[in-house]
């Protein structure tokens, strides 16, 4: 091993603790809405309204070499913010069709703007009843 390889393995190192610790807080964020669970679904870690629809998926590399998630949004959104920030977000292969939005992980992140485009995916999918309850939990 050659001191040159050494910075490399570091660097490797610190950006899996990195994508760790922001799939960890990409977690807590989702799993702390009414009736939602996790599993992986086509190798990614994806979360689920009463284990049935999902509203969020993780993208580790999927089609590229960036962090990201894709979510479901309100009619319109993802037009909005493509078009607006570029830089953060993106129409996801698959789903993007369908108004889902992708948003990188691997830009400087705003926590709660990301909270709220979760909550608005929950919203978006969840039965009316569910996203009603939420509603109410908050006030």
Not at 66 to 88: E, I, K, N, Y
């Amino acid at each position: 091993m050659t001191r040159a390889e050494t910075p490399k393995r570091s660097m490797r190192s610190e950006n899996a603790n990195q994508h760790e610790d922001t799939l960890k807080r990409l977690r807590g964020l989702c799993l702390a809405f009414p009736e939602t669970t996790e599993r992986l679904s086509h190798g990614e870690p994806t979360w689920f309204i009463r284990d049935k629809k999902t509203f969020v998926t993780y993208s580790n590399h999927h089609h590229d070499e960036r962090l990201a998630f894709w979510c479901a949004a309100p009619s319109g959104t993802q037009d909005l913010l493509v078009a607006g920030a570029p830089d953060q977000f993106f129409v996801p292969p698959y789903v993007g069709h369908r108004g889902w939005l992708g948003v990188y992980l691997d830009v400087p992140l705003d926590w709660e703007e990301i909270a709220g485009l979760l909550k608005d995916a929950f919203q978006t999918v969840a039965p009316r009843k569910l996203a009603a309850q939420l509603d109410a939990q908050e006030a």
